[in-house]
Nanobody
Framework: QVQLAESGGGLVQPGGSLRLSCAASGTISRIHAMGWHRQTPGKERELVARITDGGSTNYLDSVKGRFAISRDNAKNTVYLQMNSLKPEDTAVYLC???????????????WGQGTQVTVSS
């Protein structure tokens, strides 16, 4: 059993910053890639940022230079620092991670419940 718990969402003015956190817990052997997706009503879910267990990152073009993904392997946690936020960044942000568990013995993708980010004046 694995749970992903997100935190850090909220309401922020345009140009402001937020930091999202996502902590994984459970019967974890190893966490491979971790990432953040976002979803708005009527649109497909899109990958915002991803980080491998080796630290390689990739970003959605529209957030490059504004967002930064990082991870703390000792805490099984991934972060998303969001700066220079724009109204079009408003969405539910969901954490996901490819996790190997020792009970049950399995490797699969897990999702958090999502955290709302609203950018508005």
């Amino acid at each position: 059993q694995v749970q992903l718990a997100e935190s850090g969402g909220g309401l922020v003015q345009p140009g402001g910053s937020l930091r999202l956190s996502c902590a994984a817990s459970g019967t974890i052997s190893r966490i491979h890639a971790m990432g953040w997706h976002r979803q708005t009503p009527g649109k497909e879910r899109e990958l915002v940022a991803r980080i491998t267990d080796g630290g390689s990152t990739n970003y959605l073009d529209s957030v490059k230079g504004r967002f930064a993904i990082s991870r703390d392997n000792a805490k099984n946690t991934v972060y998303l620092q969001m700066n220079s936020l724009k109204p079009e960044d408003t969405a539910v942000y969901l954490c996901n991670a490819l996790i190997q568990t020792y009970y049950p013995l399995d490797t699969r993708n897990y999702w958090g419940q999502g955290t709302q980010v609203t950018v508005s004046s």
